[in-house]
């Protein structure tokens, strides 16, 4: 549970009216009401200005407070300013540059998109594998890239069936972004949610929905490794990481993988020198 620390927050002078927030799209300034993205603030935000900006921790006594709320990310959003390049809270994990990378390729629409089919981004590993860290690092460098909208979901007991009030909500959202700024740019969709049950069938059905609502977007979203994949290791596609930022296709195990018509990230979680020594002195 995140500590209440509301009277050291320190709002950034947008110089814009209260009423709209602001964010980027094709690299430009757009706004949108605040009206609109309260309908939905229960379980899924946009990113903007505001929102990446809100808290801002200053001095030695609120970086170690706010530090501790960091480390304990275990609330409805993220903490986006652990994520700023001024500050020194988050550490970027082994696994890093293939999620950032698939998602830009399948993003612009490159080679990895495979004939235009819409293949979700499952970011896989056990409970403590820093998933959701990893998962708000993505959603924040792609926001700052300031081209595409960020959508960041949370929560693992949602359910994006046609007859569900929660895809209705999130479309109407898509629905006014689309209207401001560049209409030709994809939303990323980062969903937050891992739990034991279908990722893969869960995944599936929010890309079909919103596919069906002529919304265009990548989605990732994280799982537990349980998803139904480990006895089927023939029918794996292995992918490695060039310097280009492209993929090959690889005949060994990596970090990456095609299946069941989804693209897998594996969330390793492996402790560096500094970790080991530590633990050995206990």
Known sequence: MLLDFSEEYNLQETGVDDEVNLFYKGQQPVFIKKSILSRCRYFVQLLTEEKIHEIRPLGRIQQS?????????????????????????????????????????LISNKSMSQNGFNFPVILEGIPG????????????????????????????NLNFSSQNNEIQILDELMQEVEQVGDKDTRFLIV???????????????????????????VLVCSAYPNVGTEKEE????????????????????????????????????ELNQKEINILKQK
Not at 82 to 104: A, C, H, M, N, W
Not at 136 to 155: H, M
């Open 65 to 105: 407070r706010w530090f501790y709320n960091f480390l304990n990310n275990s609330g409805d959003i993220p903490q986006w300013y652990g994520f700023l390049p001024q500050s020194t809270f988050y550490l970027k994990r082994k696994y890093e540059d293939i999620l950032i990378s698939i998602v830009r390729n």
């Open 234 to 269: 023939n029918n794996k596609v292995y992918y490695t990481l060039q310097q280009d930022g492209s993929f090959v296709k690889s005949e060994l195990k990596s970090d990456l993988y095609f299946h069941n018509n989804c693209y897998f990230v594996s969330a390793t979680r």
């Open 191 to 217: 969903w937050d949610g891992s739990s034991y049950r279908n990722i893969i069938s869960e995944a599936k059905q929010l890309v079909h929905e919103l596919e069906n609502r002529g919304r265009r977007f």
């Open 129 to 156: 594998s820093s998933k959701s860290v990893e998962l708000a690092a993505l959603a924040y460098k792609i926001y700052n890239e300031k081209i595409n909208p960020v959508i960041y979901i949370n929560g693992d």
